[in-house]
């Protein structure tokens, strides 16, 4: 899907994501082993994961609050936001214009959380999961997240259980 940055922006704001700017280029992540994603990482390099009182069945009545309450748990606990509570997005299946031919990826946006922000109920289709709709009708997120500094990512992903839960990927400890 080919679509202009306003465009993004417009559809960013329900979940109350305020887009800042694109991203150019590769973005620094932390440190996997070669082909590996957030979801095939171990603890060995720096995985930690929802608590099981946060993973979400994607038809239970408390999936908006559940996967709402971990990934924000997550992200202020691991060190997402910074001090104007921005970090990067990545958004996949879409591209910025160019070659109709060229194969969209993942880009990357500079976004800041506002006070009222919903990223389940809000239902934003740039939010949504492909994997999912395999099973269900009902919107179930998964989205990829960053750092601005690069020291860690976080995943919130659907698993062929029919669950949804968080994954962030921190190498190295917050600082104190």
Excluded at 35 to 50: K, N, Q, T, V
Aim: proline share 7%.
């Amino acid at each position: 899907m080919i679509l202009a940055e306003a465009e993004i922006r417009e559809l960013l704001a329900p979940a109350g994501l305020c887009l800042v700017e694109s991203i150019e280029g590769e973005v620094d992540l932390p440190q996997l082993p070669p082909y590996h994603s957030p979801a095939s990482a171990g603890p060995e390099h720096g995985r930690f994961d929802s608590r099981k009182d946060e993973i979400a069945d994607v038809q239970a009545p408390d999936m908006a609050d559940k996967i709402n309450a971990s990934w924000y748990r997550m992200a202020t606990e691991f060190g997402l936001f910074d001090g104007n509570r921005e970090f990067l997005l990545g958004v996949s299946g879409v591209r910025l214009g160019g070659d109709p031919d060229d194969e969209p990826s993942t880009l990357w946006f500079r976004v800041r959380l506002l006070a009222d922000w919903d990223l389940v109920r809000s239902e934003v289709d740039l939010l949504r999961s492909g994997f999912a709709t395999l099973f269900t009708d009902r919107f179930v997120p998964e989205f990829t997240m960053a750092s601005l500094d690069g020291c860690m990512m976080l995943n919130t992903t659907v698993w062929g259980s029919g669950t949804v839960s968080t994954i962030v990927i921190r190498p190295e400890p917050l600082p104190l």
